[in-house]
């Protein structure tokens, strides 16, 4: 059974362009090697974030985020 999590979180106020771009290939790279799916939206200084895929991996993907 698939697990689904999403979250919001708010960027530093001086995040690039670039930045963002390397978070994007970072997760893309992650969830591609761990069986995720997901979305990610950034907007107006905050991130959305949509998660799939088993419960224990997406825990262990949110733990590593809150540290970051």
């Known amino acids: 059974m ?4 999403t979250y919001r979180s708010i ?6 362009y670039e930045q963002i771009e390397d ?3 970072t997760a893309r790279n992650f969830n591609s ?3 995720i799916s997901g979305c990610l939206v950034f907007n107006k200084g905050y ?3 949509l998660l ?5 991996t997406i825990k ?3 733990d590593s985020i809150e540290r970051d």
């Open 2 to 5: 698939l697990y689904n999590l």
């Open 33 to 35: 090697k761990n069986d």
């Open 23 to 25: 978070i994007l290939k």
């Open 11 to 16: 960027a530093i106020p001086e995040i690039t």
């Open 52 to 56: 799939e895929g088993s419960k224990a």
């Open 47 to 49: 991130f959305i974030q």
């Open 60 to 62: 262990e993907l949110m």
